[in-house]
């Protein structure tokens, strides 16, 4: 909850009327969705149901926005292969330290690697590559996602894989009229307020915002 209350101040600043809804419940609601010009989720794993699921692709299809940072959105309805589709991503791993450094918490899973933006863009125009310290998502994508900006993990003698692997940070995604923006980190708050970050997300909550042609 503190990780959506960071930005409903910069919401309300941009004319949003913002509801909160504790359950993916509300996507069924098909009066509720079609005057809903975006839609940011905050959901890890947990599951959704098909009239649910339903309605979210329908609302994005006619040109609701849809967002999210981190697991909230790239690591949502799992078992879902329509949701799946939707996002056009899904999180996969999150490769940890060496093993003889880990302590049995979360920071084991925490690396300090680079981001690294493919191209200039509404969401990321003006910003620089940038080192971040928190979990580095692996991703498994498809190629209807344009990239945004990067992160490579890289080569360790205790991981089995034997080239370096390039995995998607943000992404867009355009889905019938409706617009998809996923930011991947964003573990915890000090991730979120990270200025590239929080510009990242920021951004993205107004681009992917349903437009007059999408209306």
Not at 34 to 56: F, N
Not at 179 to 189: A, D, E, K
């Amino acid at each position: 909850m503190e990780a959506t209350d960071l930005f409903l101040p910069f919401l309300a600043s941009r004319g949003f009327e913002v509801r909160i809804s504790d359950s993916p419940s509300i996507y069924a609601d098909a009066a509720v969705m079609s005057s809903t010009d975006l839609i940011v989720q905050c959901v890890t794993m947990s599951s959704i149901s098909p009239e649910a699921l339903a309605g979210l692709r329908a609302a994005v299809v006619a040109g609701t926005g849809f967002t999210g940072w981190h697991g909230g959105i790239a690591d949502s309805f799992r078992a879902s292969s329509d949701y799946l589709q939707l996002v056009g991503g899904q999180f996969a791993t999150h490769p940890g330290k060496e093993p003889s450094a880990c302590g049995g918490d979360e920071t084991d899973n925490f690396l300090t690697y680079r981001v690294s933006f493919t191209g200039d863009h509404p969401i990321t125009t003006g910003l620089d590559d940038f080192e971040l310290t928190t979990e580095q998502y692996w991703v498994l994508h498809d190629d209807l996602i344009d990239v945004l900006a990067t992160t490579t993990h890289p080569v360790q003698p205790w991981h089995p894989w034997h080239r370096p692997i390039v995995s998607p940070v943000i992404w867009t995604r355009q889905w019938g009229q409706g617009r998809i923006v996923v930011t991947t980190p964003g573990h915890s708050l000090d991730v979120l307020e990270n200025p590239n970050i929080r510009t990242v997300v920021e951004r993205g909550m107004l681009w992917a915002a349903r437009t007059a042609s999408a209306s």
